[in-house]
């Protein structure tokens, strides 16, 4: 008997943890660029200018489900 096909080995757990890494390095990808202070971004042909927030006034992305408050961490007060 022969061996079945190579891509017989590529079942839906391996497709999903493929999907699954890439879609996390995509987001920290995203969370980089999100945090980057560059001013001027060029890459491919491709040129990109926009404004930054001063330090301390970056917008904070936060996602709650639909009809409910965001969580949000504790604020801890300092003496």
Do not use: H
């Not at 980089?32 to 560059?38: N, Q, T």
């Amino acid at each position: 008997m022969s061996e079945p096909p190579w891509y017989t080995e590529f079942n839906s757990a391996f497709w999903l943890t493929l999907s699954a890494s890439v879609l996390g390095f995509m987001g920290l990808c995203l969370q980089a660029i999100l945090k980057s202070r560059c001013k001027t971004c060029r890459c491919c042909g491709i040129e990109i200018e926009r404004d930054v927030a001063p330090p301390g006034q970056e917008a904070v992305l936060e996602m709650a489900e639909k009809g409910k408050t965001p969580i949000t961490s504790p604020k801890i007060n300092s003496i």
